[in-house]
């Protein structure tokens, strides 16, 4: 079983790395589309992916310990096998089954060949079960026909060729048998899949849904997701600018300063409320009063955010001055660096546990920023 359970252990590793980097790309796309996050179409996703990397480490490991296989393989290997149903023809070889002796069955489950077919026949079966979530209906089955079929081509054509000449031999053979035996599961699955896939909201009840949200209800998700990405272009922009200028303290608080002045205040107030993230996110600010209500409650919070990043800057410079433990002031330096570092613990913690209660509270809170100015999220232009 370790030829089977090693590649889908490899499989979760990279996995774990796919999710890690790509969660909150996802939260950004399922909240734009759908205002929501639609936890069927995430397990769905993500299962998908881990499926799709298990099938394909199943396929190609383990590899060989060298690139030159040619050298481990005699001079008259053959790297195809051509005639069909072979499977059948070795399953029945010297297993001691005769057809006449029912008896005589149980030996078809102690022969390798047997177990070989049945677990390419399995390989593909779930492809075609995530088929039909995205095809939905029945009449789409010549097309999960010819994915699957695509797909099983692939790999055979990635393992006679040494994975495209990573390796001067191949090191599986081509199998017709094994074309037949996935393409048949896969197309199995397509068909046997609404009794999976009954556990699982349809796309349409989850489109849906979010067509009942979309008309102005903007989730607090979005709302963060959304001054992730403005921060975020923030820091590039900053470690841009500091790459091209001399690097100190002085020059990247200034830099910081100004871009978060024209993400959180210059863009929205001549964007109508957007800025890169809102946008994004398909949302913008508001105060539903008038314009020029509008653009001074802009700057209250601009005022609000940067005042998080002002105490952090201050805190830090403090955390880091250096006084010689012969100066008269050695002592008070030692208590304000502790009360410093317990002030941004505790901030943090704080800022932590409101983002949670606001993300998690209902719809029911307002990120600080947005209570502090009085600003609406809307999603009308």
Known sequence: MT????????????????????????????????????????????????????????????????????????????HFSLVPFQFVANTFENSGIVLTQPGTYMQLFKQPSFYQAFFNFLLLLPFGIYLRYFFQEKKYWKKA????????????????????????????IFDVDDLMLNTSGGVLGFFIAPAVLALFPSKQKVKAKADILAHDEVKKMSVLLAIIIDLFICKIVIRIVLNMSNVNEVSEFVASTIALFVMFFFIPLHWSGHTVGTKIMRFRYDSKVCRAETNKRLFKRFGAIY???????????????????????????????LGTWIIFVTLTIVLFIHVML????????????????????????
């Open 358 to 381: 606001v993300v998690f509270g209902k719809e029911k809170r307002r990120f600080y920023f947005d209570e502090a100015s009085d600003l609406y999220t809307t999603r009308k232009k």
């Open 3 to 78: 030829a089977y359970t090693q590649p889908i252990y490899v499989a979760a590793i990279f996995f774990a790395i796919l999710v890690f980097m790509l969660f909150i790309p996802w939260l950004i796309y399922t909240y734009r589309k759908y205002n929501h996050l639609p936890l069927s179409t995430t397990i769905i996703t993500f299962s998908f992916i881990f499926y799709f990397l298990s099938a394909l480490f199943l396929v190609l490991l383990p590899l060989p310990e060298i690139r030159d296989t040619c050298s481990l393989q005699k001079s008259d290997t053959q």
């Open 307 to 337: 005042a998080m990043y002002f105490i952090t800057v201050i805190a830090s410079t403090l955390n880091n001055m250096e006084v010689p433990m012969d100066s008269p002031y050695y002592k008070s330096s030692v208590f304000l660096t």
């Open 145 to 172: 026909l010819g994915f699957t079929f695509g797909l099983t081509l692939f790999y055979e054509i990635t393992q006679v060729t040494g994975i495209y000449g990573i390796y001067n031999c191949a090191y599986r």
